[in-house]
């Protein structure tokens, strides 16, 4: 599984990223003028400079590129005239709630209840297209694909997952664990409102839902001794489900905060939650 996702993502960075060996440029950038022998690599509109055979380094957010952008904009083709925030980083801390908006398990699902400080959830927003609502583009659709890695610390660390033949069943085990992690990966499509206060404005709102669908799930205990027990299966988890999302930013760096709309595993299959997620996201 991790092979795959490697090679997947391998396949995405390349196509995002473009090296350009230059000796003599003429491009001018807003804050420095690349130098003789100089290797460029672009990142949406960010550039990393790299010179002197590698002993200088610079990555900046590249004005010209943002006024090429916006230059070249075709006015017929209103998907190049919205500069969404959606593609991005993001790193945040999670856990499990009974409902949306709630921060604690119930009575009847507390075996699976897990700890946030130590429960993190990765995102990977691959791309994204968006579409203005407004003639002054201050308003807009934003969609597009990503993929999540989330990794659940749970609170009781001899708990074992397993499945039986209609139903999810929970036992503690006798080995002493010291850590105990319920992983999950999904692919996510949004389908995002984003709001900026003004036209070509810095700030940005963004409202709405993400699909998630399951692309693979284990748990991995991890021994005193140092062993590691992997179990994979899909533990009963809903294939599809939806998150209601909020992010809010300026340029490059944001926030957001993410509550699951459906429980994360099927009726009477398993515990009844709902995950959340809250963090940082860097944009490109």
Known sequence: MKKTFLTIAICCVSTILMAENSTNNSFAADSAKPKADTTRFYLGRHELFVTNGGNDVHFIRNRYLDYE???NNDKKNPFNNFDSHWASFNFGIGGFGKKMFSTAVGAESDYIDVN??????????ISDIALPLTSSNNIGIVSGVGVSWDYYALSDKSLCLRKADSTLIHYNDTIGYKRNKLRT?????????????AQNSNLYLMVGVEGNLRLGAKTKQVTGSGKKIKHKSDFYMN????????RAGYEDFGVYFSTACTPMFKDRKGPDVYPFSAGVSLNF
């Open 116 to 125: 946030p400080l130590r429960s993190f959830s990765f995102q990977w927003n």
């Open 69 to 71: 952008y916006s230059s």
């Open 239 to 246: 294939p599809l489900t939806c998150d209601f999302v909020v």
């Open 185 to 197: 990966c999904n692919l996510v499509v949004p389908l995002m409102l984003e709001f900026h206060p």
